[in-house]
């Protein structure tokens, strides 16, 4: 964190979580002072034009020894557009060492600036200057964990960071929004589990899928079909398109328990690259494993007929043989937990 001395902040970088979070840090600083709230202000980059924001700035404080004013997105707007915004913030990088002491003026941008701007080459040398930059992950599993620990100071499985990772598409801002619940479901106890990723962020049905093909695998009926209509009620989600989600898990499987019959490894990672899948290391490592785990239970033969199966129930639905999508799901499920459990 920057000193008592730092007059002028740049804070940038598509990680948006970790950008606010810091504005949201040094906003608290300002506020834990006698009057300190009083000398906040925010701009719109959108709209104001570099003097307004000096002038603001440099006002002098009201019963208090600081002044701050955010600014959110201006210097996004002026970079490359036009002779009269170029020469803007060149004003607004030579004012940013002639700042008041009492200044503390935060540039924020929710994008990762170019390091050759000069605005952006001061922040990062000046004494009185600080520079920030948040970039989005390159693993957001590792990132939910680091985010859980280190922030709601929370423990998380990795399959559980994965299964968040999976169901927000690795969007950490949507993964912390879910942490938010789970923290609070867990009111701050305990561990985040697979199973409370799956009870809490149902609009994303990978984590559900997993269990209940695992659930037809062991000929668990009432599991099957408990997460079966979960996933079917949220109104987000079509038959089709769970049947789709299905027939994808099996083909996997397929091709998992080929790849292990013809002599593969069973390193999740191996096994991940074999089949096609995609994504982080952390996500291709978590999913090789749960489908090493559940080709398992399957032998090589009821896998090549479950999926013919599944292509009939795709023909059916297409066809309008079945009345609705969940009556077809419903006999496929019961089809195949009957053999299972048999």
Same mark, same amino acid.
């Not at 299964?163 to 305990?190: F, M, P, R």
């Not at 999508?325 to 195949?336: E, I, K, Q, R, T």
């Given at each position: ?18 950008? /606010? %979070? *810091?504005?949201?840090?040094?906003? =608290?600083?300002?506020?834990?002072? !006698?009057?300190?709230? $009083?000398?906040?202000? @925010? ?43 170029? /020469? %803007? *913030?060149?004003?607004?990088?030579? =004012?940013?060492?002639?700042?008041? !002491?009492?200044?503390? $003026?935060?540039?924020? @941008? ?44 929370? %423990? ?65 009926? %009432? ?120």
């Amino acid at each position: 964190m920057a000193d008592k001395l730092t007059t002028f902040y740049l804070i940038h970088g598509d990680n948006t979580v970790e950008v /606010e %979070a *810091l504005v949201k840090q040094l906003r =608290a600083r300002m506020d834990e002072d !006698d009057n300190g709230g $009083l000398n906040i202000s @925010e701009m719109d980059g959108e709209q104001v034009d570099v003097p307004e924001v000096i002038n603001a700035v440099s006002s002098y404080p009201f019963l208090s020894d600081r002044r701050m004013v955010i600014v959110k997105g201006l210097i996004s707007r002026l970079q490359g557009r036009g002779k009269a915004n170029k /020469e %803007a *913030l060149e004003r607004l990088t030579d =004012a940013l060492p002639q700042l008041p !002491d009492y200044a503390r $003026l935060i540039l924020v @941008e929710r994008t990762v600036l170019d390091e050759r701007l000069p605005i952006v080459k001061l922040a990062q040398s000046h004494e009185r200057g600080y520079y920030a930059l948040f970039k989005m992950p390159d693993d957001a599993t590792s990132w939910i964990m680091q985010r859980a620990r280190q922030h709601y100071n929370i %423990a998380i499985t990795p399959e559980a960071a994965n299964a968040l990772a999976q169901v927000t598409d690795n969007d950490i801002q949507l993964a912390d929004n879910e942490l938010v619940k789970l923290v609070s479901y867990l009111d701050g106890e305990g561990e985040i589990t697979e199973e409370h990723v799956a009870l809490l962020t149902p609009y994303v049905p990978e984590a559900n899928i997993f269990a209940m093909v695992d659930a037809i695998a062991t000929g668990d009926g %009432a599991t099957a079909f408990r997460l079966m209509h979960r996933l079917l009620d949220n109104p987000r989600e079509q038959g089709f398109g769970l049947l789709g989600m299905i027939v994808r898990q099996f083909r996997y499987l397929l091709l998992t328990c080929e790849y292990i019959e013809n002599g593969g490894t069973t390193d999740p990672l191996a096994v991940a690259d074999a089949i096609g899948l995609r994504g982080s290391t952390g996500s291709r490592r978590f999913q090789g494993k749960k489908y090493l785990q559940l080709s398992r239970r399957f032998s090589f033969e009821d896998l090549k007929r479950i999926y013919y199966r599944l292509h009939e129930i795709d023909m059916g639905m297409k066809s309008g043989k079945y009345l609705s999508p969940a009556l077809a799901l419903d006999m496929l499920v019961a089809g195949l937990t009957r053999q299972r459990g048999a």
